[in-house]
């Protein structure tokens, strides 16, 4: 069965580094999303795409954030300059049509 | 803008037995559509069930199944005969049919299930 593909499992970086997280879609869906979930909190939007732009960003999706479809597979966040608070789970979901999602496996960002 | 609770943040059950999950909801969207995901302990959001808004019937997945009350704002996930394979973390989760809800998943706090051998 097809899946979200999200690399690393879990990134270690430095307070102030950026960091990009993959994720590869499943091939022919057309909307994809990424997530944030905290520890111990509950899972919040961060950011729609389609169609090659920003469709929806929530307000935690500020300057520092931004996301990227480089090819006809992969799609990224960046973060680019990492706070401790960005600590987080991070799920990349996509869909085919709305509305259901299917969600990959996450990554763990630590910020030491 | 939407909010999901779950008011329980933890539940146990016997395997084999029925446990009810609850949700309450505030929108003020007329069509919209309900889901349950599942986060077993490897983290992956598994979806579970989903409803929409305008059907009345309530959905049912094998095992799960839903007690919505559209009045009541309210979108309960029943499990019967619990296996040991359905402890995890559940969310309940809403999205608007239409407008800048649509597409964006607003997740209630979760409540973590555990069933007992």
């Known amino acids: 069965e097809p899946e979200v593909t999200q690399t690393p499992s879990h990134q270690v970086t430095q307070m102030g580094q950026e960091v990009i997280l993959r994720c590869v879609p499943i091939?022919?869906?057309?909307?994809f999303y990424w997530y944030r979930q905290i520890l111990g909190q509950k899972v919040e939007f961060l950011v729609s795409?389609?169609?090659?732009?920003?469709?929806?960003k929530s307000e935690i999706f500020d300057d520092q954030f931004s996301v990227e479809r480089p090819d006809g597979s992969n799609f990224t966040l960046k973060i680019r300059s990492t706070k401790l608070e960005d600590s987080a789970m991070y799920f990349c979901?996509?869909?085919?049509?709305?509305?259901?999602?299917?969600f990959g496996a996450g990554t763990r960002l630590s910020v030491l | 803008a939407q909010t999901v609770t779950q008011s329980q943040p933890e539940m146990s059950v016997q395997e084999a037995e029925t446990v009810t999950l609850s949700c309450t909801y505030d929108?003020?969207?007329?069509?919209?559509?309900l889901f349950w995901y599942k986060q077993p302990p490897s983290r992956q959001m598994i979806l579970v069930i989903r409803?929409?808004?305008?059907?009345?019937q309530n959905a049912t997945e094998n095992r799960f199944s839903v007690n919505f009350q559209k009045a009541a704002k309210s979108f309960s996930l029943k499990i019967s005969d619990s296996q040991l394979g359905d402890t995890a973390m559940y969310f309940c989760?809403?999205?608007?049919?239409?407008?800048?809800?649509?597409?964006?998943?607003?997740f209630g706090q979760g409540t973590i299930l555990t069933v007992h051998p």
């Open positions: 979901a996509s869909s085919e049509a709305l509305p259901i999602q299917y």
């Open positions: 091939s022919n869906h057309l909307y």
């Open positions: 795409f389609y169609n090659n732009e920003i469709s929806e």
């Open positions: 929108t003020s969207e007329s069509n919209y559509y």
């Open positions: 409803q929409e808004a305008y059907k009345q």
């Open positions: 989760a809403f999205m608007g049919a239409g407008g800048t809800s649509y597409g964006k998943l607003t």
